[in-house]
């Protein structure tokens, strides 16, 4: 079995930088994706960023520029450091681990609140 747990996130001025982190154990197979999505109340959850294995990341139109998302494979680990926060940006955040065809698996999640 695989867990995802979540770190950072919390309450945060417009314009902030936070930074997310997401550490992944268990048996994972070397080739994944590793990505975040997001849910804002009363919306259906989002791609925010995701990032393979081996090649580049792809975010969502609404955080290019704004967003990168990283990863430490070799511990398993992806961040996504987000700039210039918009209240819009609002929402539970959850990490993201998916080997296609094989396996995917979801953290529980952890709030981000931009205040105005």
């Known amino acids: 079995q695989v867990q995802l747990v979540e770190s950072g996130g919390g309450l945060v001025q417009a314009g902030g930088s936070p930074r997310l982190s997401c550490a992944a154990s268990g048996t994972i197979f070397s080739i994944n994706l590793m990505g975040w999505f997001r849910q804002a109340p009363g919306k259906q959850r989002e791609l925010v960023a995701r990032?393979?294995?081996?090649?580049?990341?792809n975010y969502a139109d609404s955080v290019k520029g704004r967003f990168t998302i990283s990863r430490d494979s070799a511990n398993n680990t992806v961040y996504l450091q987000m700039n210039s926060l918009k209240p819009e940006d609002t929402g539970v955040y959850y990490c993201?681990?998916?080997?296609?065809?094989?396996?995917?698996?979801w953290g529980q999640g952890t709030q981000v609140t931009v205040s105005s």
């Open positions: 993201h681990l998916w080997t296609p065809g094989v396996n995917e698996y």
């Open positions: 990032i393979p294995t081996h090649g580049s990341a």
